[in-house]
């Protein structure tokens, strides 16, 4: 039939070019005549073959699409199914000419022509219309999926459906449902009823981001689950679009909502309450055999709710201070000759495994699951990068890929000062198309065992469900060109179709997507007297308009502003003022406004040299430190500058020797990521081709209770060339995370007034 197929093709269009496709994911061919097909609202449609679910979700799909009618009685052109045999899993064509023809493979392969369909058909001011075309598509990988984590924020069942609905209208098929972890526990068990009347309900949450110092707590009760019977209708839901939901039950780690539940399967057999913080905790479950009977008959209940073949147990992040001290847990080890914890984390995962394995399912886990050797029939999700990939599909396991880098959605997708607040990281749209589930040191042999990728989304920072929405979209249309496409097309092909085609439908189907590709790229130069900045677009037809504005010393002006004509704004030294800049960009659907301030000192644009050089992952260049913006927080890698060297040393060149009042400089702190306020700070001027001291130098007293630290020196001296030697502590202080470490310094800006 496929043979058929191609030939077809062939003869059909044997005068036809091929074109980007306004389908995403992009098909495997497209070819287009010129010649369009012409209809009022109206397709004539035979449901001849399909199941019911089959022409419920049609007929709905082309309501929602388009409010278009399929009818049987219709006088507009035919829609006819033909069901394909023996090619490709999934795969479906459509061909339109005076009629339109979907051959399918399976039911979902028929559910995904006909979203195709939907994406080709436009609704004009004539009336409906599509190119003639010919389609012909399937998937590259088998595993396309998403996850949502509604442990540390909790959606409605209606929220869950909406993110099901939309992710199937791209194809995806595998919804990762994480549903258990430190701040709550979110699937009803009837052996276990305290999981969700104590687990799923925390008595307080952390406000602003986990390094913000000092942290504050918000003490209103939170929380909920879903019931057994919400469950179900969530899986019937997601079957009826074509989506397997992978249940998450985290073991042993990521577990204090189930143990403020039941402390008897901790180590200590302390009561604690359901988690309010964000993070790893060492309170995990205890691995005695209490404890694994327990979590077999949890995944007894789940078994029954969820259809699906894998059955996801977590495994990661399970910090083994408490097994270390457990005499359960080292009996544990001991009457089963383990060496060490990593060696018990893998006994107690292989216990999951042989029982999942024995009711006909498939175990999956973090990577974390390697650690100490792979149970037998275990599958691996990679998200610490993609070596655990590698090393578990080398073992021939099979292999989700995940990695932060490019599907942690929970990452901010832009640079702006607007995005809203995220864990950090930064997964630009740009960064996921690139993605590639099949890493390149991975052995050909072993490509089967890759299944496909996902993108995960961590909800700690994502407390509504708009805010999912801005997060995963329009990320998640770059993630499924990377999961469906064998062969994509540029990126720029690519964003043009989102902009012309799907922002709109996603605008129309409610969703709050981001809008950050319409950022504009500000681009920062040193000019003579300061600095300048010019707006500009990759793709300059992109933008419309440039609408700006500018507010200092209390007066707003509106500037004009014409991207296509290179035009740059400078700002002066001398205005040592606070100006705050607005753009808004309008582009053909859509518009952004953007926002950004800078003070005006005299050190602005200034040269900087730095005697001891920055770590490169950390330095944006000599620009950064004296761009009149402070570094923001939580802070992003591109607007602080990081040592990791214990002696700083940096001169700077204010271009004219006079008398200045005073030099602030700014030091970040994340104790997390290892980033400490330096200890020693020294100023010098030069007097004379010689460098005097201008103070007795600033010891720190270490207090950690501040993120940004602002340190002053008086200039006393006239000069023109001043020196800064910065000394970190030698070594992260124990009780630290990376104790011993040398710590990184993080400096954002150098400011001289007068
Ligand atoms: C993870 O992000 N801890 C799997
Ligand atoms: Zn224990």
Redesign the pocket.
């Known amino acids: 039939m496929k043979c058929v197929l191609v030939l077809l093709c062939l003869v059909t269009f044997n005068l036809s070019f091929t074109q980007v496709s306004p389908i995403i994911p992009t098909p495997v061919v497209y070819k287009e005549l010129n010649e369009t097909l012409n209809f009022d609202g109206e397709l004539l449609v035979s449901f001849a073959g399909l199941s019911t679910n089959l022409e419920t979700q049609i007929t709905n799909l082309a309501r929602m699409y388009h409010g278009i009618q399929l009818s049987i009685y219709s006088s507009g052109p035919k829609v006819l199914f033909k069901k394909l045999e023996n090619v490709i899993q999934d795969s479906y064509s459509i061909n339109v000419s005076n009629e339109i023809v979907v051959s399918y493979s399976s039911e979902a392969s028929c559910f995904y022509a006909f979203i195709s369909l939907m994406q080709l058909i436009e609704n004009t001011s004539s009336g409906f219309q599509l190119k003639k075309c010919f389609v012909k598509d399937y998937p590259k990988f088998s595993w396309r999926g998403l996850h949502l984590d509604v442990s540390r924020h909790f959606f409605s069942v209606e929220e869950v459906k909406k993110f099901i609905d939309l992710m199937s209208l791209y194809k995806f098929n595998t919804f990762h449902w994480h549903l258990t972890d430190d701040q709550g526990w979110r699937i009803e068990i009837k052996n276990f009823p305290k999981l969700a009347e104590i687990g799923a309900w925390r008595d307080s949450t952390i406000n602003d981001h986990y390094s913000t110092k000092p942290r504050t707590y918000s003490y209103k009760k939170y929380g909920g689950f879903y019931t057994q019977e919400q469950i179900k209708e969530v899986v019937a839901y997601a079957s009826s679009k074509f989506v397997t939901i992978v249940p998450e039950i985290e073991m042993p780690g990521h577990s204090r909502a189930a143990l403020a539940a039941y402390p008897e399967y901790s180590c200590t057999g302390i009561q604690q309450g359901v988690e309010g913080l964000w993070g790893v905790f060492d309170d995990i479950f205890c691995s005695k055999e209490e404890t694994i009977l327990f979590l077999q008959k949890i995944l007894d209940e789940v078994i029954l709710l969820f259809p699906g073949k894998y059955i996801h147990v977590g495994g990661?992040?399970a910090p083994k201070t408490r097994w270390e001290k457990c005499t359960n847990c080292q009996k544990v080890m001991h009457e089963n000759n383990l060496k060490n914890e990593h060696q018990l984390q893998s006994y107690f995962i292989q216990r999951m495994d042989k029982y999942l394995t024995e009711k006909g399912r498939k175990l999956i886990g973090?990577d974390e699951i390697l650690e100490g050797g792979l149970s037998s029939n275990a599958a691996v999700m990679s998200?610490r990068g993609i070596e655990g990939g590698v090393e578990a599909a080398s073992q021939e396991h099979e292999v989700v890929m995940t990695p932060?880098s490019h599907c942690y959605f929970d990452h901010y997708q832009g640079k702006g000062r607007n995005e809203p607040l995220a864990i950090g990281g930064f997964t630009p749209l740009e960064k996921v198309y690139e993605f590639n589930p099949i890493p390149n040191q991975l052995n050909k042999k072993y490509e089967p065992y890759i299944l496909g990728g996902q993108a995960?989304v961590?909800t700690e920072y994502i407390d509504d469900f708009e805010k999912v929405e801005y997060m995963v979209y329009p990320r998640a249309l770059a993630l499924s060109q990377a999961l469906w496409c064998a062969e994509k097309p540029s990126f720029n092909e690519f964003k043009n179709v989102l902009i012309d085609k799907h922002l709109p439908f996603l605008k129309k189907m409610n969703v709050h997507y981001a809008k950050t590709i319409f950022s504009p790229k500000i681009e920062w130069e040193k000019s003579n007297k300061g600095v300048q900045f010019k707006i500009k677009s990759n793709e300059q037809e992109e933008i419309y308009e440039v609408e700006s504005s500018k507010y200092r010393n209390k007066k707003f002006s509106k500037m004009n502003f014409d991207v296509s004509k290179d035009e740059s704004v400078e700002i002066n030294r001398s205005e040592k003022d606070q100006i705050n800049y607005t753009y808004c960009l309008k582009s053909k659907n859509d518009s952004l406004t953007t926002q950004f301030d800078i003070q005006a000192t005299h050190s602005l644009g200034i040269p900087v040299k730095y005697i001891t050089q920055p770590s490169s992952s950390y330095n944006s260049g000599n620009l950064t430190l004296v761009d009149g913006q402070h570094g923001s927080l939580p802070w992003k890698r591109n607007e602080w500058i990081g040592f990791d060297t214990t002696e700083i040393d940096i001169e700077i060149d204010l271009l004219k020797k006079q008398k200045y009042n005073q030099l602030n400089i700014s030091f970040l702190s994340d104790e997390h990521s290892w980033i400490h306020f330096p200890q020693q700070i020294e100023v010098f001027y030069l007097d004379k081709e010689k460098w005097k001291h201008y103070s007795s130098s600033v010891h720190f007293s270490y207090l950690q209770s501040e993120q940004v630290r602002s340190f002053q020196v008086a200039l006393n001296k006239p000069t023109r060339h001043v020196r800064i030697k910065i000394k970190s502590l030698a070594e992260i202080p124990a009780g630290f995370p990376g104790a011993g470490h040398i710590p990184w310094t993080f400096i954002d800006e150098i400011e001289v007034v007068k």
Do not use: K, Q, V
Request: glycine residues 14%; hydrophobic residues 45%.
């Open positions: 990661d992040e973090w998200w932060g995960n961590w």
